[in-house]
């Protein structure tokens, strides 16, 4: 219910579209990116890999660090993967999003905490093979899946870190040598381990990074980790598309908080 009434809000009272944009940055942003809805020859590849998990009779032991799937809960339970597939991973729509985030802003660092079945992850490795994509799993054996979709797809850009996110996060970060130019947050729908998400990349972030933090409308605490992030001082430009949020750090825009459609 909750998650019904925070889109109905967004969608009849807060949010708009490409008309009354003042900010030529998010102008264009909206009417190329966001709102494109064209085909990119690493779709298919994709989807075809996503249609033969759905399809898969594999059944996993899951262990689940963080604030659990919104279907089947948190803790450590044997899962089909075609349910994985169907339920935790993230949609054709918001995963092709991701891509042509990447595409367009061309980082060379991404991190994506919350890896599942390696789906979203193929999605921003396939968006610029010149890319380096680190991405963190805390189940073993649902690495072990995304690991398999990396070598279906010829990905060679993506390097998958196992274990607990709260342990291998600082390590990895400790150990960058480059800056990070996109994260996406999909690692623990919580307050207190998404701002401490936040705050570890954060000091790696330069002006020009871009964050995306996914489902910051799931629940009243997650909404109260976005309004933080939201009101850091770092953070000069949000975008909030209900589904995801992008957050931006460009000290040149004005300060500005936008509540788009998708």
């Not at 708009?16 to 190329?32: E, I, K």
């Not at 660092?109 to 890896?115: D, K, R, W």
């Not at 079945?117 to 921003?124: D, E, H, N």
């Amino acid at each position: 219910m909750h998650q019904l009434f925070s889109f109905l809000r967004h969608w009849l009272l807060r949010s708009g579209n490409a008309h009354g944009l003042h900010s030529p940055f998010v102008f264009g942003l909206y009417t190329t990116v966001i709102r494109h809805t064209g085909e990119f020859a690493a779709f298919p590849r994709i989807e075809k890999r996503r249609h033969e998990l759905l399809a898969s009779e594999q059944v996993l032991e899951v262990t689940d660090f963080g604030a659990g799937s919104q279907v089947a809960g948190a803790g450590g339970r044997r899962r089909p993967v075609r349910d994985i597939a169907r339920h935790a991973a993230k949609p054709r729509r918001l995963a092709q999003l991701l891509f042509r985030l990447v595409n367009h802003f061309q980082p060379a660092t991404i991190l994506e905490l919350g890896t599942s079945l390696g789906l979203t992850t193929a999605y921003l490795a396939l968006a610029d093979s010149r890319s380096q994509v680190i991405t963190f799993e805390g189940c073993p054996n649902t690495a072990t899946v995304a690991r398999e979709t990396f070598k279906k797809l010829n990905i060679k850009n993506a390097h998958l870190v196992e274990g607990n996110l709260d342990q291998t996060l600082p390590a990895t970060l400790a150990a960058l040598s480059q800056p990070l130019d996109f994260v996406f947050f999909d690692g623990n729908h919580r307050y207190e381990p998404t701002l401490r998400y936040f705050e570890q990349c954060l000091a790696k972030a330069h002006e020009n990074s871009v964050f995306v933090l996914d489902d910051i409308h799931w629940s009243a605490e997650m909404e109260r980790a976005w309004e933080a992030i939201k009101a850091h001082p770092s953070v000069t430009i949000t975008v909030d598309l209900f589904y995801v949020g992008l957050v931006f750090f460009r000290k040149k825009q004005p300060r500005q908080d936008f509540w788009l459609r998708y």
